[in-house]
């Protein structure tokens, strides 16, 4: 049965009983539901809606960035996890940025924050090879037409390539592609990225490998990069692997909750759960002081062993299983009043890794989107190329933009996310499951840096607590505990729709709260599609960005 206890919204829930797809922007939704209509899994569907997002969504997806997917349902064994995130370059050492004048930080834009290898496009390529149906070269038709014919611009690009201006005119092939009338083109009008076209056609024909890891594409992207002074070469592409990697659980009313592991900050979003599982959240209600002020609160808790912790697990030893135990959310629990906010970067964490290194506050740009199949194999998926349109250079004569993840390493030789060559950085990108006695029953995440585990916690409660549909967990009023685009304070921004007394009440408890507009895009882009008992697919998609659930 689906219910819909929560508000009135703009939009319907979908429902359908053969597939669905929810995606950020409406062309990769179309792209991923023409897929399962032709006999593909939802593998294959993921696939070609990441596709299709490098090409539609260049501000925030690209070949050039890091994926990570959880499986399950149909023939995945419970849960499966693919770690799709590139290592920073054999000679990304912090000499060799100290050698060029940079001690203290990485820098943000330009090659020199290009430092990590993409790992989007192998990580296709291992889903692919368990799971899909569909051959290879078929899943690329949508993003080559788009790249090369164009598409229309939506109102997130539009906005960010005013925004990002001065940005993409700091490199003349960012500036010819995005600006090519030498000012940022509205929405409605065509963008054209003939280079991308191509090359996505010699990795659909060639396949990942070949195609762009250890071919003429990793060539030309290697040799490009070393002449811009990025650290990354041919042979960091040709070595690099995805891998099948263990998930971390964690339960919330009667469900397992399923997240990546370390590098990714997917513990913080369990140590949330675990914090509000002990706790009567429906007696809060659902648009309440009560409801925000805890939810906030059990964020900065949690954020505190997050920012203490969170590098590659290869390089530091992090006791997840402390982290993650019932017994310390109870421990942690105690921090919280109900009538006083704690002083944000006050709390101490847990646990200490033990040095007093500068954390920095992480944030990017991300696509989250979803799908399922007819058989109830169910993909959750996120990418990522950091910052909006990455690095802000591109490889040589690709097409290919790339990230800048691997400007969040410190130069802190004491911090655990410091610089190391071959290691993974802190990733913010997390892609959820929700399961029931060992079947999924909800994909489900969001883009926004910070604002993933929040905005999970805020739709998990809604819809298992409060008995909203997907739609109206997604469309309820949103915040944001920390810094966003733009901003160096860790202010708490609540967008507009939430009542005025709440937000009184929420600044007499000590919160430092800011007003964000009432649909606000900087606070997240979510979707998720929820599987029925009785065998119904329930997807809903975020009005803040472009897209749409699609179901069949």
């Known amino acids: 049965m689906i219910s819909a206890n929560g508000p009135r919204t703009g939009r319907p829930a979908v429902i359908a009983s053969r597939g669905m797809v929810s995606t950020p922007?409406?062309?990769?939704?179309?792209?991923?539901?023409?897929?399962?209509?032709?006999?593909?899994?939802?593998?294959?569907?993921?696939?070609?809606?990441?596709?299709?997002?490098?090409?539609?969504?260049?501000?925030?997806?690209?070949?050039?960035?890091?994926?990570?997917?959880?499986?399950?349902?149909?023939?995945?064994?419970?849960?499966?996890?693919?770690?799709?995130?590139?290592?920073?370059?054999?000679?990304?050492?912090?000499?060799?940025?100290?050698?060029?004048?940079?001690?203290?930080?990485?820098?943000?834009?330009?090659?020199?924050?290009?430092?990590?290898?993409?790992?989007?496009v192998d990580g296709w390529r291992l889903a692919h090879e368990r799971y899909g149906k569909l051959a290879w070269k078929e899943l690329f038709?949508?993003?080559?037409?788009?790249?090369?014919?164009?598409?229309?611009?939506?109102?997130?690009?539009?906005?960010?390539?005013?925004?990002?201006?001065?940005?993409?005119?700091?490199?003349?092939?960012?500036?010819?592609?995005?600006?090519?009338?030498?000012?940022?083109?509205r929405e409605g009008t065509l963008l054209v990225q003939k280079e991308l076209a191509d090359t996505f056609e010699y990795l659909a024909e060639h396949g990942a490998r070949d195609g762009?890891?250890?071919?003429?594409?990793?060539?030309?992207?290697?040799?490009?990069?070393?002449?811009?002074?990025?650290?990354?070469?041919y042979e960091d592409f040709a070595s690099f692997k995805a891998q099948w990697v263990e998930p971390i659980s964690g339960s919330y009313r009667g469900h397992q909750v399923y997240q990546l592991p370390p590098s990714t900050?997917?513990?913080?979003?369990i140590q949330i759960l675990n914090l509000l599982e002990q706790s009567d959240?429906?007696?809060?209600?659902?648009?309440?002081?009560?409801?925000?002020?805890?939810?906030?609160?059990?964020?900065?808790?949690?954020?505190?062993?997050?920012?203490?912790?969170?590098?590659?697990?290869?390089?530091?030893?992090?006791?997840?299983?402390?982290?993650?135990?019932?017994?310390?959310?109870?421990?942690?629990?105690?921090?919280?009043?109900?009538?006083q906010a704690l002083a944000d970067g006050r709390i101490e964490p847990g646990i200490r890794f033990g040095d007093d290194a500068r954390r920095q506050i992480p944030d990017g740009d991300t696509v989250y989107f979803c799908a399922v199949d007819s058989d109830g194999l169910t993909v959750s998926n996120i990418q990522s190329i950091y910052h909006d349109f990455g690095a802000a250079v591109i490889a040589g004569n690709t097409g290919v933009i790339m990230q800048?993840?691997?400007?969040?390493?410190?130069?802190?030789?004491?911090?655990?996310?410091?610089?190391?060559?071959?290691?993974?950085t802190f990733h913010t990108i997390i892609p959820a499951m929700l399961l029931k006695d060992g079947k999924p029953v909800l994909a489900y995440g969001t883009m926004g840096g910070e604002g993933q585990p929040q905005t999970q916690a805020a739709m998990l409660t809604r819809i298992l607590d409060f008995g909203f549909n997907v739609q109206q967990a997604i469309e309820a009023p949103r915040w944001l505990m920390g810094r966003t685009w733009g901003t160096v304070s860790r202010d708490l921004m609540l967008e507009s729709r939430i009542p005025e007394e709440v937000i009184r009440e929420l600044r007499?408890?000590?919160?430092?709260?800011?007003?964000?507009?009432?649909?606000?895009?900087?606070?997240?882009?979510?979707?998720?599609?929820?599987?029925?008992?009785?065998?119904?697919?329930?997807g809903g998609a975020d009005p803040r960005g472009d897209g749409l659930a699609l179901g069949y």
Request: with cysteine.
């Open 25 to 120: 922007h409406y062309l990769a939704s179309a792209t991923g539901q023409d897929i399962l209509r032709r006999g593909g899994s939802a593998v294959d569907a993921a696939i070609a809606i990441s596709a299709t997002l490098c090409v539609v969504y260049p501000h925030m997806a690209g070949l050039g960035g890091d994926a990570f997917l959880l499986i399950a349902g149909g023939a995945a064994h419970n849960v499966e996890a693919i770690d799709a995130s590139g290592p920073a370059a054999a000679l990304a050492t912090r000499d060799y940025y100290r050698e060029l004048g940079h001690t203290e930080q990485i820098p943000m834009r330009g090659a020199l924050a290009a430092l990590t290898t993409p790992g989007v």
């Open 141 to 185: 038709a949508d993003a080559i037409d788009y790249a090369r014919n164009g598409m229309a611009i939506t109102r997130s690009l539009a906005d960010w390539l005013v925004t990002d201006e001065a940005i993409l005119n700091a490199n003349a092939d960012m500036a010819r592609i995005f600006l090519p009338s030498g000012k940022p083109q």
């Open 212 to 233: 762009f890891y250890e071919g003429p594409i990793a060539k030309e992207m290697g040799r490009a990069l070393e002449a811009m002074g990025s650290p990354l070469r």
């Open 265 to 269: 900050q997917g513990f913080a979003a």
């Open 281 to 339: 959240v429906k007696s809060w209600g659902p648009n309440s002081a009560d409801y925000y002020h805890h939810l906030v609160e059990a964020i900065k808790v949690s954020f505190a062993d997050r920012d203490e912790w969170l590098t590659d697990p290869a390089h530091v030893d992090i006791p997840l299983d402390t982290l993650l135990s019932a017994d310390y959310a109870r421990e942690r629990l105690k921090l919280i009043q109900p009538e």
């Open 404 to 424: 800048n993840r691997g400007s969040f390493f410190a130069l802190d030789a004491a911090h655990p996310n410091t610089l190391e060559p071959g290691k993974r």
């Open 508 to 538: 007499l408890r000590g919160h430092p709260v800011k007003m964000a507009a009432g649909w606000d895009g900087t606070l997240g882009h979510a979707q998720a599609i929820r599987i029925h008992a009785d065998g119904q697919y329930e």
